[in-house]
T-cell receptor, first 115, second 115 residues
């Protein structure tokens, strides 16, 4: 069964460093998402992406964040200058279509720790 | 205001028994979808079940069923014949047609299945 994959599974970085989290969505999916989950808290929406542009973003997704689909398969989240409070699990998700019925399939997550 | 409320931070259930996890939601959008995800200790988000706001019947998927009470704005997850592997965090999520394509998640319920 096709699945969303994410790399790396864990990332440790120093405050102020740039990190890039990578995702490979399910191949025939067109809509891509990033969510984050701070330890012990609920999952929060960051950004959605369609047709090579951001379709929505939350207030969490400030200028330090960017997303890109550099080729036909990868979908990346970049954090330019990490802060301690960026430590979280970051989930990539994808869905085939747009619509309130569409299930989003989540990747296994990348656990980011900023020191 | 919270859009998704899960009032049970933790639940215990005996193996082979049924358990109900509560979820109430708040929306003015007539068209929305409700989802349940399971998050085991390994961290991944696993889709369990979907209920559409216009669906006449309660959704079922194997041992999972959704007790959808639209007038009360509740979408409780029922797990029948609990198994040890059901021990996990369970998140209720909503997607509204007129408010974008991202999910809004509840705070989650941690279910522990006892042998």
């Amino acid at each position: 069964e096709p699945e969303v994959t994410q790399t790396p599974s864990h990332q440790v970085t120093q405050m102020g460093q740039e990190v890039i989290l990578r995702c490979v969505p399910i191949s025939n999916h067109l809509y891509f998402y990033w969510y984050r989950q701070i330890l012990g808290q609920k999952v929060e929406f960051l950004v959605s992406f369609y047709n090579n542009e951001i379709s929505e973003k939350s207030e969490i997704f400030d200028d330090q964040f960017s997303v890109e689909r550099p080729d036909g398969s990868n979908f990346t989240l970049k954090i330019r200058s990490t802060k301690l409070e960026d430590s979280a699990m970051y989930f990539c998700a994808s869905s085939e279509l747009r619509g309130q019925k569409e299930t989003q399939y989540f990747g296994p997550g990348t656990r980011l720790l900023v020191l | 205001a919270q859009k998704i409320t899960q009032t049970q931070p933790g639940m215990f259930v005996q193996e082979k028994e049924a358990v109900t996890l509560d979820c109430t939601y708040d929306t003015s959008d007539p068209s929305y979808g409700l989802f349940w995800y399971k998050q085991p200790s390994s961290g991944e988000m696993i889709f369990l079940i979907y209920q559409g706001s216009y669906d006449q019947q309660n959704a079922t998927e194997g041992r999972y069923s959704l007790n959808f009470q639209k007038a009360r704005k509740s979408a409780n997850l029922v797990i029948s014949a609990s198994q040890l592997g059901d021990s996990a965090m369970y998140f209720c999520a909503m997607r509204e047609k007129n408010y974008g394509q991202n999910f809004v998640f509840g705070p989650g319920t941690r279910l522990s299945v006892l042998p």
